[in-house]
């Protein structure tokens, strides 16, 4: 038997945290949420979506994650 509902809870298993991330609209650097897919194998990082840069606000959609500054969770 395979386990599908092991799968979803993974997926859904997310964390927010406070990353600087690289604005490729306005080339700065700039402070966002993220959220942090741990996946295990593959640990992936997206910008929480609707933010934008406080600097040229633009969509921070696109933007590159650098570093983790915190985590928002705790
Ligand atoms: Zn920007």
């Known amino acids: 038997m395979r386990k599908l509902e092991r799968n979803m809870a993974t997926l859904l298993e997310s964390k927010v945290l406070r990353a600087r991330v690289y604005c490729p609209i306005c ?3 700039v ?5 942090s897919l ?3 194998w593959n640990r992936k990082m ?3 979506e ?3 840069c406080p600097r040229c606000s633009a969509a ?3 933007a590159y994650v ?3 500054v915190g985590n928002l969770n705790g």
């Open 66 to 68: 650098l570093d983790v």
């Open 27 to 29: 080339t700065r650097t």
């Open 46 to 48: 997206r910008v929480a």
């Open 38 to 40: 741990d996946r295990g």
């Open 60 to 62: 921070l959609d696109a």
């Open 50 to 52: 609707g933010q934008k």
């Open 31 to 35: 402070e966002a949420d993220v959220v």
